[in-house]
């Protein structure tokens, strides 16, 4: 009976070969497409981790911001705050500071060292163009 | 070609050898599946599948201004793992890398402000787990594990946390409470809160790789953490920063065992500042156990004279007297069973008012006797006194309040009436005080103190409300007009609170000098101070108790270190609140209006 299923010819066809082949690129597509969407899936995956975390992070930094916030409104900070003001102890703003290099501060230093007046504050009309040696303060005008 | 019978018998050798391998395949996996099935899926379950847990926030606690006065904010917890480190410092070692505990240890020192010594010893413990340090922010967390990462550094464990932050330090501490090590509320709001600041912690399935990382992609359930409720409470820190810098001034100059001071809306019985002495600070890890008190609810006193407002509202109450009639005060001593009763400022013939204004014992005695035991048990009953001025029910009350002391009518003893009448054989808390008299105030209803206003969602979207609650009526509203009458005229110059007087507006007030009972017997020198008043007298908007326990210095009288406070208080409150003057305001040296130039105008 086994001897009567054998093909006898053993003919290979081209229409036997390229079904064959057909399926076996099927197969390879089929089995490229999971691995690719499973790898898709992984990736979504660590995306998805990643977002959480930075939504974490993003949640701490406003926590602790709003923490920076009621610390800045409790009364007594606010109130060290209005005592320093009172003082008049304020930070100068940036239009106050006039800024020199650092080589230009110590060029000048060395060069007016010898006729500087002692105790004096140098200012602007006393250097040479470029070579103010001290940031000078400028006193805001009282409000009316 | 056919097989021969060599062949065929090799094929059955081979074939029975593949079949029997076959067999015992089906038989271990058919063990393995249906016999093991159980011990096998719990290993695998224990390898791959975690319960991630997703910790709720805590709600935030916040003032009736909405301003923060309790929130969580994350911190890690920073640990080795001491053997490992080792290990990993070995291989480095072969591999001719030394430097990864000095890189590990000036990291760390950097990060977390420590001695190298003292991290080095740390690393040198038997342990696989020691912590370094507790508390940590999240930014220098993060720059370390940078650091570490950027030096392949590996055996640091960080732990996230939350920890509890109270901006305002020591701030309104006996009313927020403090939360424990587990983030659990054990005192105050905290603890009286819990159920809605806990919120409710959520919980992940995940899957893990044979590295310990989640395979999203297998993520199970997921239900996410509902984040605490914020509590928004009646009390305004505005108010409590003047409540407790006029204290702290006070304090300094009377130096008191303890000192408390109430601030209470009379017309909802609302808190709006509450302050202790001696206090502490929340956010320091160490507190010490005498300062944790809540005195205003916790401690029992003896109130003297500022309970005589219950004996004549009473008395008024039950129309056995009115304000007009007049009482002989024995010039200040009268004898009354077998025990004489003594004024400090003795008088004789003494209306009501009168009474009230020099604080006459022998005239308030009187009066008790008139109005006679069982009536004055009632009464006490009735102001709230022997019971919790918060609530005896189960999960409404403050931790910690009592009920004070008011003993059944069948133990009184002959003396007893009249003990009572001038506030002695009674024990009542601050809180209980300041609600009898805001009752007054307020034309005769007990209000239930009020501290929590609102439940709220993080978007403001109300949960829970609650509204001012009358517990019941205490006098009616002739005999709380005609008390505030006569109070008014106890702070005037003639009166014992003199110096409780603000310009611009009526105060109704009493004030109390109590000597403390040590050791069964009265101290001659040592007293509680305090001060009971309201202003402004026709609607009154505020209701203020300070009282000193065991002042020091010459001054102990109540209207003379408890008013000034009371004063100093009021006033700032009043210009906080905008209150409208109800008297001219007398002009100052400069012309100015005193009141004017409290608000910053001119």
């Known amino acids: ?144 | 070609m056919f097989p021969t019978s060599a062949h065929r018998i090799r094929i059955l050798v081979v074939g029975s050898f593949l079949l029997a391998g076959l067999v015992a395949l089906a038989g271990r996996l058919y063990v393995l599946h249906v016999f093991r099935h159980d011990e096998y899926a719990t290993v695998a379950s224990r390898m791959h599948d975690r319960k991630v847990t997703l910790p709720a926030t805590r709600g935030v606690i916040l003032d009736a201004k909405s301003n923060v006065l309790a929130h969580s904010i994350s911190v890690r917890t920073i640990a080795v793992d001491p053997q490992f480190i080792r290990e990993e410092a070995e291989k480095k070692l072969k591999a001719k890398q030394k430097t990864l505990i000095s890189d590990l240890v000036q990291i760390l020192s950097e990060g977390l402000l420590l001695p190298k010594s003292e991290i080095m010893d740390r690393l040198k413990q038997p342990s696989r787990y020691v912590v370094l340090k507790k508390k940590v922010s999240d930014e220098t967390a993060r720059k370390m594990q940078d650091a570490l990462a950027q030096k392949r550094i590996r055996g640091v464990i960080f732990e996230d946390e939350q920890m509890r932050f109270y901006p305002n330090g020591s701030l309104m501490s006996h009313v927020l409470g403090y939360v424990n090590a587990g983030h659990t509320g054990v005192d105050g709001v905290e603890y009286m809160m819990q159920a809605d600041l806990r919120g409710q912690d959520g919980w992940r399935k995940i899957e893990c790789d044979s590295r310990g990382r989640e395979i999203v992609v297998f993520r199970n359930e997921d239900f996410p953490a509902r984040n605490g409720y914020n509590v928004l409470l009646s009390l305004d820190q505005a108010i409590q920063n003047i409540v407790e810098q006029e204290l702290d001034k006070a304090v300094q100059k009377i130096r008191p065992d303890s000192a408390v001071i109430i601030v209470m809306r009379p017309s909802t019985g609302e808190i709006l500042a509450l302050a202790n002495r001696p206090t502490y600070d929340p956010n320091a890890a160490s507190k010490k156990v005498d300062t944790l008190r809540n005195r205003a609810i916790s401690d029992l006193v003896e109130p003297g004279s500022t309970f005589k407002i219950v004996t004549i509202a009473s008395a008024l109450d039950q129309r056995i007297i009115d304000l007009q009639d007049t009482f002989w005060c024995e010039n200040g001593r009268f004898l009354y069973e077998g025990r004489y009763i003594t004024d400090h400022h003795p008088a004789g013939t003494l209306d009501v008012t009168g009474i009230l204004v020099h604080s006459s014992n022998v005239g308030s005695v009187k009066i008790a006797l008139m109005l006679g035991s069982q009536k004055m048990y009632q009464a006490m009953a009735r102001f709230g006194f022997g019971q919790r001025a918060w609530g005896d029910k189960e999960g409404e009350r403050w931790l910690g309040e009592i009920r004070g002391i008011v003993r059944p009518l069948r133990s009184w003893s002959k003396l007893s009436l009249s003990r009572l009448a001038m506030g002695y054989e009674v024990g009542v808390t601050p809180l209980q005080m300041v609600t009898a008299m805001s009752a007054l105030a307020n034309g005769g209803n007990l209000m239930r103190p009020m501290i929590v206003k609102r439940v709220q969602q993080q978007d403001g979207t109300v949960v829970r409300e609650f509204f001012p609650e009358v517990r019941r009526r205490v006098v009616d509203q002739k005999a709380a007009r005609d008390i505030t009458k006569a109070l008014t005229q106890v702070v005037s110059k003639e009166g014992t609170a003199a110096k409780a007087a603000i310009p611009g507006y009526h105060i109704a007030g009493k004030t109390g000098t109590a000597h403390i009972a040590v050791n069964g017997q009265y101290s001659k020198d040592q007293y509680i101070s305090s001060f009971c008043g309201y202003f402004p007298a026709e609607e009154p908007e505020v209701c203020i108790y300070v009282m000193f326990n065991r002042p020091r210095g010459k001054e102990y009288f109540g209207g003379a270190i408890a008013a000034p406070l009371f004063k100093s208080v009021g006033e700032r409150v009043a210009s906080y609140l905008h209150l409208r003057p109800t008297v001219p305001i007398p002009p100052t040296p400069e012309g100015r209006n005193q009141l004017v130039s409290m608000e910053g105008g001119t």
Request: proline share 4%.
């Open chain 1, 1 to 144: 009976m086994a001897r009567n299923r054998r093909r006898v010819d053993g003919e290979v066809t081209f229409s036997w070969m390229a079904g064959k082949i057909v399926m076996f690129m099927v197969a390879v597509a089929c089995l490229l497409g999971i691995t690719f969407l499973k790898q898709r899936n992984l990736k979504m995956g660590d995306e998805i981790v990643q977002l959480d975390r930075e939504l974490r992070k993003i949640g701490d930094l406003n926590a602790s911001i709003d923490s920076q916030v009621a610390r800045c409104k409790a009364p007594r900070e606010l109130e060290a705050r209005m005592a320093r003001l009172k003082l008049t102890m304020v930070h100068p703003a940036e239009h106050q500071i006039r800024r020199v290099a650092e080589s230009v501060v110590q060029l000048t230093r060395r060069a007016r060292s010898a006729d500087r007046p002692s105790g004096t504050l140098a200012s602007k009309s006393q250097s040479q163009p470029g070579t103010l040696v001290q940031a000078q303060f400028i006193r805001p005008k009282p409000v009316q």
